[in-house]
C-alpha cells in the first residue's frame, strides 16, 4: 500500500483543491491498481478542515496544533500501521500533478526530493511579480537540485524508520527527515520529475517554512542596497 501524508491546519479554504489533485494521482494507471490511502493530519484545526477531509473519504489524525513536524509524524505513523511500504508527504496548500506518485515511484531510490512551481502571486499584490522574480532567480527546478520541500517528498517505509522519522520540528522538520536519511546511508534522488504547485500564501503557517521565505524575499524589497550611499 502506498500512502500519501498532509498535515493541514485551518486549510479549508485549499484542501479540496489538495485531495482532489490527490484523488487523481492515485488513480494512475503506471500504479497498476496498487491501494493508495491518504491521510489529513489536523493540526489543532478550528476549522472545517476536518469535515472536508472526511467527506472526501481519507483517514484523519489529530495532533494538538502549531507543530507541522508532530503532525507529518502523526500522519506516517498510522499509515505505517496500516501498512504502508512507501510515504509521499505534501501540504493541503499544494496540488500534485496527476503522475506525482507515479514518478516518485519509478525513480526506484528510497528517498525522492523534489521541486515545487508556485503559483497565486496575487496574493502578493503590486509587488508579486518583483517577489516571483527573486523567488525564481535563486531556485533550480531540475533534476540535481538540492530543494527539499515537505510539499513534495517520498520515502520507503523502511528508509523512514532507519532514519527515525520526522522530528517535533515547528519548521524545517523535512530538511532534518532528509538529512537523518542521507546519515543513515539511504538513496536520495534529487529529481523535478514528481510535479507539484504550491500557493505563494501570504498567510505562512510554520515560523521558517516556505511562506515565511517569501516574506523575506518581499522584505528585502524594501531593503536598500549595499553599495548605496548613506
Do not use: K
Request: hydrophobic share 45%.
Amino acid at each position: 500500500m502506498i500512502a500519501i501524508v498532509l498535515p493541514a491546519h485551518n486549510e479549508a479554504a485549499h484542501l479540496p483543491r489538495a485531495l482532489e489533485a490527490i484523488r487523481t494521482a492515485a488513480a494512475h494507471r503506471a500504479l497498476g491498481g496498487e491501494r493508495v490511502q491518504t491521510v489529513v493530519a489536523l493540526d489543532g484545526c478550528t476549522d472545517a478542515s476536518e469535515s472536508i477531509a472526511r467527506a472526501a473519504g481519507v483517514d484523519v489524525v489529530h495532533t494538538p496544533g502549531g507543530n507541522v513536524g508532530i503532525a507529518r509524524a502523526a500522519g506516517a505513523r498510522h499509515a505505517l500501521a496500516c501498512g504502508a511500504r512507501w510515504l509521499a508527504f505534501t501540504d493541503a496548500d499544494s496540488e500534485v500533478d496527476a503522475d506525482w506518485l507515479a514518478a516518485q515511484l519509478a525513480l526506484r531510490a528510497d528517498v525522492v526530493c523534489g521541486t515545487v512551481q508556485v503559483d497565486q502571486w496575487c496574493e502578493w499584490g503590486d509587488r508579486g511579480d518583483r517577489v516571483r522574480a527573486r523567488h525564481d532567480a535563486a531556485y533550480f527546478d531540475g533534476d540535481g537540485h538540492r530543494h527539499v520541500h515537505g510539499a513534495n517528498l517520498g520515502v520507503s517505509a523502511a528508509a523512514y524508520l532507519r532514519a527515525g522519522g520526522f522530528g517535533p520540528h515547528r519548521s524545517s522538520e523535512d530538511v532534518a527527515l532528509v538529512r537523518a536519511l542521507e546519515a543513515s546511508g539511504a538513496h536520495v534522488v534529487w529529481s523535478a520529475r514528481p510535479r507539484v504547485t504550491t500557493s505563494a500564501r501570504r498567510d505562512a503557517r510554520a515560523p521558517g517554512g516556505f511562506g515565511a521565505l517569501l516574506a523575506r524575499l518581499e522584505a528585502e524589497l524594501h531593503e536598500p542596497c549595499a553599495s548605496s550611499p548613506a
